[in-house]
T-cell receptor
Framework: SQTIHQWPATLVQPVGSPLSLECTVE??????LYWYRQAAGRGLQLLFYSVGIGQISSEVPQNLSASRPQDRQFILSSKKLLLSDSGFYLC???????????FGPGTRLTVL | DAKTTQPNSMESNEEEPVHLPCNHSTISGTDYIHWYRQLPSQGPEYVIH???SNVNNRMASLAIAEDRKSSTLILHRATLRDAAVYYC???????????????FGKGTKLSVIP
């Protein structure tokens, strides 16, 4: 069966510090991968998606970036965090673009 | 994706049925109706989806109006574990690059009373 992992589970970072969140999927190959953010009390916002290694599509311009160095690995990064980057970051995967998306457990990021 | 409208919140007593409504008056003929839910401090999980006919699975039932401008997610017996935010989302498999995106609105927060 397929599983999706995210780490860390929680993170507290100062403003201006770098960020690296990792997502890995097991039990499937060539998945579509997604990064979402949920700010406190708000809905989920799609940040990036990837249909293959090295292929990244950005949905919202901001100081975050994403990379896909391996087939089942998706990384969310920032060079300098802002207070507004605080939120719940979720990684998801699916096989086809409109197939069910399966979400990871999430990373709760607090920027102070 | 076409827009959906859901009530902000609903309450249900435990072990009673729950009917969660969703309006989607601008739905196109190729839009599928998907439902996800998000338990507290967790990622969303898929519940059910349909196109025109009513659908049943182990989690819930989906009743779709004949004109497809509204739908209702039915939980047959609410449990405390069903307390979550429920999202109704329209997805068009023919929308090209846009088909990758799940557009989450604010959803309906369901509270289950013991």
């Amino acid at each position: 069966s397929q599983t999706i992992h995210q780490w860390p589970a929680t993170l507290v970072q100062p403003v201006g510090s770098p960020l690296s969140l990792e997502c890995t999927v097991e039990g499937t190959s060539n998945p579509n991968l997604y990064w979402y953010r949920q700010a406190a009390g708000r809905g989920l916002q799609l940040l990036f998606y990837s249909v293959g290694i090295g292929q990244i599509s950005s949905e919202v311009p901001q100081n975050l970036s994403a990379s896909r160095p391996q087939d089942r690995q998706f990384i969310l990064s920032s060079k300098k965090l802002l207070l507004s980057d605080s939120g719940f970051y979720l990684c998801a995967w699916n096989r086809g673009p409109t197939d069910t998306q399966y979400f990871g457990p999430g990373t709760r990021l607090t920027v102070l | 994706d076409a827009k959906t409208t859901q009530p902000n919140s609903m309450e249900s007593n435990e072990e009673e049925p729950v009917h969660l409504p969703c309006n989607h008056s601008t739905i196109s003929g190729t839009d599928y109706i998907h439902w996800y839910r998000q338990l507290p401090s967790q990622g969303p999980e898929y519940v059910i989806h349909g196109l025109t006919s009513n659908v049943n699975n182990r989690m819930a039932s989906l009743a779709i109006a004949e004109d497809r401008k509204s739908s209702t997610l039915i939980l047959h017996r609410a449990t405390l574990r069903d307390a979550a935010v429920y999202y109704c989302i329209l997805r068009d498999p023919r929308s090209g690059a846009g088909s990758y995106q799940l557009t989450f609105g604010k959803g309906t927060k369901l509270s289950v009373i013991p």
